[in-house]
């Protein structure tokens, strides 16, 4: 990881120097590099075996979700990021737009320095879904009739198809056989569905100077996620209604009354159910590989996420 | 030109259902299709030469430009654009960013399906440059000691680099000789850079029917163009102090006032000599290469350019 990010910072070297000082203020917000993980273990050959070659893709993928999260900031008015200002609040956000725009370039530009343009068609292809998925949850914001469908194809696009194209590039660059190279892609599919939703449970009971970010936020935003469709689903009517006419915007958002709602209709454990049912789906993609390098690194990635879902306040919290 | 708008909606199939619409918006909001046009004739080899190859890349190059003029919509808060509301207008700013980066990436994609990782580079060095002359743009706005330098590095960057590239890549895959594909790359730079300078005049001295979008925006948004810059020299001191407080928005904008003073100190002339002059060194690159397809083709170019500008209503307008 610190190879990582020594490289990244040298990537910004490429930027003219006013948008330098912004790119590299990016690249330190972030955080838990999550899909350089995935990178990295999915291309595992032992000790010693991460190659140029796959910390330049990690790069890549970090590359276009710092983008990504820089243009989501824009569009959720967020003010803090990993416990720092977004980078739309610290330049601005017409600014903002176009650095976002200038990393998405630099880093398919990265994956074009690989022999074959398979790189760069992965991750364009995927940066495009990303995009779509993005755009169809901001068309979607506030608006009342989304389905669990609905739901689970906007986080397959927005998050799950990075979280695939990094374990797809990881062990195709690994040298791994075609099979297992599908069936990882198809781990970090599920995996990074799982992560989504946890993520989204985080926003209502998560502890914020632990995540970094305010709670709530997808409430405030009329974004509709797993814990308010459950809630939405098992609220008697009346109740219903006002928490729909809160997600519309027409009455003042309370996050604390959600909370304890959620609390007494066990919200939490649905959503967790959900969570822990898509780490066994990812498990289970890979049982025909147990002997293969980098499944027990993969596998302990879902072990993890149990984990710090098992760490959030949970019922307790309001 | 009808193939590639046929070519251009055809990869639209490839977005997501709820995108497709809005990127269909995008690709008939364009017009001029000049970068397009600068593919097909530095790749031109005689009647018939168009080969699907550079419908391709004419494609992709002008996706990136169609994503820049959404995302730089956004930042200028743009009503129209060739007569037509602009896509931030149409679907919210926060969608356009994302609609944005939706194009970008599918462009590049469209450049993996190239045999090598050429276009794919020099597209996404080309994006990268771009953006970075915005973003400089956007950081200078309302700031007034930018100089005739810092002018010309950010319309080289944020216009001629485009330009550049599409008769780079036209060349390139025309199949001409590296010398060729060199100068005719220089030739696009400058061109580019005599086509801004144009439009910044057109800012100005334009026809609002006819150019399709609100006159004095650069002006309104403190944007520091050749003509305001020239007129900044001219000034007396006095009546210069008042329009920099315009240009940093303390004072209301008088455009119409501004127009009379460029008439007076003769700003027109000036620009135009600008033009002119980009104009020769666009043409003087070609000297050696008189005999070779494209090149009266691309002369011709200069030749439109100069009419364009001849026919703005200049001096009598105000």
């Not at 590099?33 to 291309?43: K, Q």
């Given at each position: 990881m610190a190879q990582l990010d020594a490289f990244l910072?040298?990537?910004?070297?490429?930027?003219?120097?006013?948008?330098?000082?912004?790119?590299?203020?990016?690249?330190?917000?972030?955080?838990?590099?999550?899909?350089?993980?995935?990178?990295?273990?999915?291309?595992?050959?032992?000790?010693?075996?991460?190659?140029?070659?796959?910390?330049?893709?990690?790069?890549?993928?970090?590359?276009?979700?710092?983008?990504?999260?820089?243009?989501?900031?824009?569009?959720?008015?967020?003010?803090?990021?990993?416990?720092?200002?977004?980078?739309?609040?610290?330049?601005?956000?017409?600014?903002?737009?176009?650095?976002?725009?200038?990393?998405?370039?630099?880093?398919?530009?990265?994956?074009?320095?690989?022999?074959?343009t398979e790189v760069c068609q992965a991750v364009s292809e995927s940066t495009r879904k990303v995009c779509a998925g993005e755009i169809i949850q901001t068309l979607r914001r506030g608006s009342t009739n989304i389905t669990l469908s609905d739901y689970r194809r906007i986080i397959d696009l927005k998050t799950a198809e990075l979280f695939r194209v990094s374990c797809f590039l990881g062990s195709r660059i690994g040298g791994f056989s075609d099979r297992f190279v599908q069936q990882a892609s198809q781990f970090g599919r599920h995996l990074g569905i799982a992560y989504q939703i946890y993520d989204d449970l985080a926003d209502f009971f998560g502890n914020e100077k632990q995540i970094g970010k305010t709670l709530g936020t997808d409430l405030a935003s009329g974004k509709i996620t797993l814990p308010l469709l459950i809630l939405m689903e098992r609220l008697p009517p009346a109740q219903r209604t006002e928490l729909v006419e809160e997600i519309l915007g027409r009455r003042p958002h309370q996050l604390g009354e959600r909370v304890r709602q959620m609390n007494e209709l066990r919200i939490f454990e649905a959503v967790a159910d959900a969570v822990r049912a898509e780490l066994r789906s990812a498990e289970a993609v890979l049982s025909d590989f147990s002997d293969t390098t980098p499944t027990p690194l993969l596998l302990r990635l879902c072990e993890a996420l149990r984990h710090q879902m098992a760490a959030l306040p949970a019922v307790g919290s309001s």
């Amino acid at each position: 990881m610190a190879q990582l990010d020594a490289f990244l910072h040298l990537q910004l070297d490429a930027f003219e120097p006013e948008i330098r000082g912004m790119a590299d203020y990016c690249v330190d917000t972030t955080g838990k590099r999550i899909r350089p993980a995935l990178v990295f273990l999915s291309g595992w050959r032992g000790e010693g075996t991460i190659s140029p070659d796959l910390v330049r893709v990690a790069a890549v993928v970090e590359l276009v979700h710092l983008a990504t999260l820089v243009h989501d900031d824009i569009m959720d008015e967020a003010e803090m990021r990993r416990s720092r200002r977004t980078a739309a609040r610290e330049f601005g956000s017409a600014a903002a737009v176009l650095l976002g725009d200038a990393l998405f370039s630099h880093a398919l530009n990265l994956a074009t320095s690989f022999p074959t343009t398979e790189v760069c068609q992965a991750v364009s292809e995927s940066t495009r879904k990303v995009c779509a998925g993005e755009i169809i949850q901001t068309l979607r914001r506030g608006s009342t009739n989304i389905t669990l469908s609905d739901y689970r194809r906007i986080i397959d696009l927005k998050t799950a198809e990075l979280f695939r194209v990094s374990c797809f590039l990881g062990s195709r660059i690994g040298g791994f056989s075609d099979r297992f190279v599908q069936q990882a892609s198809q781990f970090g599919r599920h995996l990074g569905i799982a992560y989504q939703i946890y993520d989204d449970l985080a926003d209502f009971f998560g502890n914020e100077k632990q995540i970094g970010k305010t709670l709530g936020t997808d409430l405030a935003s009329g974004k509709i996620t797993l814990p308010l469709l459950i809630l939405m689903e098992r609220l008697p009517p009346a109740q219903r209604t006002e928490l729909v006419e809160e997600i519309l915007g027409r009455r003042p958002h309370q996050l604390g009354e959600r909370v304890r709602q959620m609390n007494e209709l066990r919200i939490f454990e649905a959503v967790a159910d959900a969570v822990r049912a898509e780490l066994r789906s990812a498990e289970a993609v890979l049982s025909d590989f147990s002997d293969t390098t980098p499944t027990p690194l993969l596998l302990r990635l879902c072990e993890a996420l149990r984990h710090q879902m098992a760490a959030l306040p949970a019922v307790g919290s309001s």
